[in-house]
């Protein structure tokens, strides 16, 4: 009868546990919620579970906090040093003298990590021997270094201090060299995932550059490195005192707004979302003391405090020999090493000649200059002096002729982007260029853009300058392009001012933006014809963009962008910048087809200046004709009767390939009228549909789509003289349906086929769909915008619809189209984040359409769209 005697015991242990914990942890969120402080939050949470712990240990191990003899408990990791947030993971050690206690105590492990599971509590244990954790393992450095923070909580405190004292000062003396190489190695490869860049729009406060693993890698590498050289603990901090006090103030912030995130959330989630921004902005979280702030400016807090970890995360990496990256070590195995009577260059970091020549603004200049050309790094010497003489350089900052000399050469260099970086993060940049100031560690909502306005413009120029090593076929022709410009700092500097206008509230930015680089060509006395191009290229910097919801085969769409351009230099720098502006935004937004897009329109803008345009046009039709006929010889007046009757465009986006395919399709109409190809692409799926016109023909795929739950990105709808249409849409697989199951190819398109011939009903298609689906959440709301255009096209009516982002909205649109009496003769869908923007060209019954169809559209359009928000 013993057994369940232990039993019933436990049960009542655990309930009353579980009432305690409810109880103390409803506390600390009080606390917390009244005073926003993280640190208590986290050391009360801390003693909380060193409690329990202390309980379960008296009840299940040791009557005896102290004993038995040869066992332990050991707190590791964020436990380990008292950091326990409210929902992080408790991270403990069972350490054991040798195999045979290890062995005797098995069952009270099992039955101890039991426990703290029926509590709820979300442990991470690991059990280990004395010796075992004097032993590196290559494959699981994180043990070793959670290690590094190990605290004694229960058991045989001889043997923690075995394990404390010498075990594993032995160990990290030792293997300093692979612990400080793995941690590195691992470090870069989290900041890879991030971009390099603590400037994210909606960062992970533990992950992202800057976060709190990154305060964590700090205090690991510098006790690391202390620890090999001393072979024992040093006496306090291995950190300078300047670096400790930075650290100290940015924990404090990260440690508010983590206990923040884990109280709103109810559960270890670490991503700060705009919805959390403004909530800790209106709690001023981690700045209690500041007065009244936006989520702008609380981020901009948060970026500063981010800003200086990361800074010294850096700094380590590059002072320590063995945290160098293997790029590091292969510069060090260079014979000539760059140099110069101002600066000398140790280990790969720069270093001033004479400490006192930076109070010469020249040299400050020359310093970053250097910089941009090598690719090297500051030491944190020449870093500190820096920040010395900054407020001597405020007073009278360069300016004039002089600055834009120097800022020009060092935008020209192949490392600007680190230079940039560089003085933007010692609040150089913004002395020199206070224009900048609006923008620094501004986040723009618009769930498109990634990065911080500031972070994006540099970006934008460093994605110029990595043309030059790109293997992309595509990058090696805009690469071709930049060697070609006459005055490319001109462009670097357009892309650095290009979005200041951001920081300006509730205004136009393009507009905005103009206004504030004009006063910055001012104070640079940038001379007339440079002030123009830069300008120029500020108020246009959307252009090319915007085109690209235009037919950009369309030779009118292409004459009238190339007499807004006016000259072939410009244009050379529009579609650069262009270029620049779109990777800047995420590393998804410049798709394959949108680089080709951009291209072609730049090629037909450019011929068009060249005044070569039609024959131009003339000779790829020809070339394409021929390849055509070469791949169909005897097809002679079948050919003719398909091809005939296509808009140009159709032979623009189409290879030759694909238009045999396409006939091929259309021949096995008396087979099956509805033919329909599917392949799967790169980045998305393509559709291709050839059957005969009928009414609502496109509304009704889009729809099948929808029901599927596919998204759809692209789409062309082409027909010929004879009726015949081609149709090809690229979706992505929301749900992954066709990607993890193979046989659901063939329904797809089973089902497509049964929609247009009537054998399935699409509209309760829909509603299953719908019924199934939980709507989505507006970040952003996008306000909805219905243009018509008639001067861009002479045979049809070009009409944008710019709404809400929402599955189904593509059919919803086509559908309403349909319904007023519209063809659709090309469509032209995009999506940047929750913002959808699709341009149609329509025509009814052969014509544009009239001024009072154009508004019936309209109204019907507006009146779908409210439905589809209320649905």
């Known amino acids: 009868m013993g057994r ?26 009080e606390d917390f919620a009244a005073t926003g402080d993280g640190r208590g939050a986290v050391g009360q949470r801390t003693r909380l579970i060193e409690g329990i712990l202390h309980r379960l240990w008296r009840d299940l191990v040791s009557a005896d906090q102290h004993g038995p003899p040869g066992f332990a408990l050991v707190a590791t990791g964020g436990f380990g040093r008292g950091w326990l947030f409210p929902y992080s993971d408790i991270d403990l050690l069972f350490l054991h003298a040798d195999h045979r206690g290890e062995e005797a105590h098995k069952e009270a492990v099992r039955q101890f990590s039991q426990e703290l599971w029926d509590l709820k509590l979300k442990i991470s244990p690991a059990s280990r021997i004395l010796s075992e954790c004097g032993r590196f393992d290559p494959n699981n450095t994180e043990f070793t270094i959670s290690l590094l923070d190990c605290r004694y909580l229960a058991g045989d405190r001889e043997l923690f201090a075995q394990l404390h004292d010498k075990i594993i000062p032995k160990l990290v003396m030792r293997e300093s060299k692979p612990l400080l190489e793995g941690l590195a190695e691992v470090t870069r490869e989290r ?36 620890m090999g050289k001393l072979g024992d603990w040093p006496d306090s901090s291995s950190l300078r005192a300047p670096v400790r006090k930075q650290l100290n103030a940015a924990l404090e912030f990260l440690m508010a707004a983590r206990c923040f995130l884990h109280f709103r959330h109810g559960r270890d989630d670490n991503a700060l979302s705009w919805e959390a921004q403004d909530e800790a902005a209106a709690r001023k979280i981690g700045a209690l003391d500041a007065a009244d702030l936006t989520p702008a400016d609380w981020m901009r ?115 600007a982007g680190e230079a940039l970086r560089a003085m933007h993060s010692l609040r150089l940049l913004t002395l020199l260029l206070p224009e900048l100031k609006a923008i620094d560690s501004l986040v723009v909502r618009d769930f498109y853009h990634r990065f911080t306005v500031d972070e ?4 934008a120029i460093e994605s110029l300058h990595r043309l030059a090593q790109s293997q992309s076929e595509w990058d090696k022709r805009y690469a071709e392009l930049l060697g070609e410009l006459e005055d490319p700092e001109l462009l670097y500097l357009a892309l650095l001012l290009h979005d200041t206008g951001k920081g300006v509230p509730g205004s136009n930015h393009v507009e905005a933006s ?33 085109q690209l919801r235009r037919d950009i085969f369309n030779p009118e769409t292409v004459a009238a962008f190339a007499e807004r351009v006016g000259t072939p230099e410009r244009l050379k720098m529009l579609c650069l910048l ?35 345009a039609d024959q131009r046009v003339h000779d790829a039709s020809g070339e394409k004709l021929a390849r ?26 189409h290879s030759a390939e694909e238009v045999m395919r396409h006939m091929e399709m259309s021949e096995q109409f008396g087979h099956d009228p509805v033919q ?73 398109k089973q089902s497509i086929t049964a929609v247009l011939a009537g054998e399935a009903d699409l509209d309760r298609m829909l509603r299953d769909r719908q019924r199934g689906e939980k709507s989505a959440k507006v970040k952003v709301t996008v306000e909805t915008r219905i243009d018509f255009d008639d001067a861009c096209s002479s045979t049809s009516t070009l009409l944008q619809v710019i709404a809400q982002d929402r599955p189904r909205l593509l059919h919803r649109i086509s559908s309403c189209l349909s319904r007023q009496e519209c063809n659709i003769e090309i469509a032209l869908i995009d999506t940047e984040g929750q913002m959808a923007i699709d341009a149609f060209y329509l025509t009814s019954r052969g014509k544009k359409l009239t001024s009072d169809h154009q508004k019936k559209v309209e109204k019907a359009l507006l009146d779908e769209l409210k439905n589809l928000e209320l649905a």
């Open 4 to 29: 369940p005697i232990v039993m019933m015991e436990s049960s009542s242990l655990i309930i009353e546990l579980r009432g305690a914990i409810a109880e103390e942890s409803a506390r600390i969120a």
């Open 191 to 226: 900041h890879g995932k991030f971009g390099q860049t603590v400037f994210h729009l909606e960062p992970n406060l533990k992950e992202t550059p800057g976060g709190l693993r990154d305060y964590n890698v700090a205090c690991w590498l510098a006790l690391i490195s202390a």
């Open 301 to 415: 807090i948060y970026f500063g405090h981010a800003r200086a970890v990361q800074r010294t995360v850096m700094q380590l990496l590059e002072e320590i020999p063995e945290a160098w990256s293997s790029l590091r070590r292969q510069f060090q195995g260079w014979r000539s090493r760059p140099s110069s009577p101002d600066f000398s260059v140790v280990d790969g970091l720069i270093f001033l000649q004479q400490s006192s020549s930076l109070r010469d603004p020249e040299m400050l200049l020359r310093l970053f200059h250097f910089m941009a050309v090598h690719g090297l790094k500051l030491s944190a010497t020449t870093e500190h002096r820096i920040e010395q003489e900054l407020p001597a350089l405020a007073v009278t900052p360069p300016r004039g002729a002089e600055l834009w000399l120097y800022l020009q050469e060092t935008l020209l260099q192949p490392h």
């Open 456 to 459: 994006h413009s540099i970006l």
């Open 514 to 546: 103009l206004e504030i680089a004009g006063r910055c060509l001012d104070r640079l006395d940038v001379d007339a014809g440079e002030r123009a191009v830069v300008l120029f290229l500020i108020a246009n910097h959307l252009e090319m963009s915007a």
């Open 578 to 612: 262009t270029y620049a502006d779109i990777k800047a935004v995420n590393p998804e937004a410049l798709t394959p087809w949108k680089a080709e897009n951009v291209w072609q329109l730049y090629i037909g803008a450019a011929n068009y200046l060249n005044r070569s």
């Open 628 to 653: 055509l006929r070469s791949l169909a010889p005897v097809m002679g007046a079948k050919f003719k009767e398909f091809v005939e009757g296509f808009p140009q465009r159709y032979l623009r986006v």
């Open 676 to 748: 329909v190809d599917l392949k799967r692409g790169r980045h998305w799926y393509e559709l291709t549909l050839v059957t005969k016109d009928r009414a609502s023909l496109f509304a009704t795929l889009t729809g099948v789509l929808a029901a599927w739950g596919m998204n759809i990105v692209k789409a062309n709808a082409f027909s010929n003289q004879a009726g015949t249409v081609v149709d090809t849409l690229y979706f992505t697989d929301r749900f992954r349906t066709l990607e993890l199951n193979l046989s659901e190819w063939q329904r797809f």
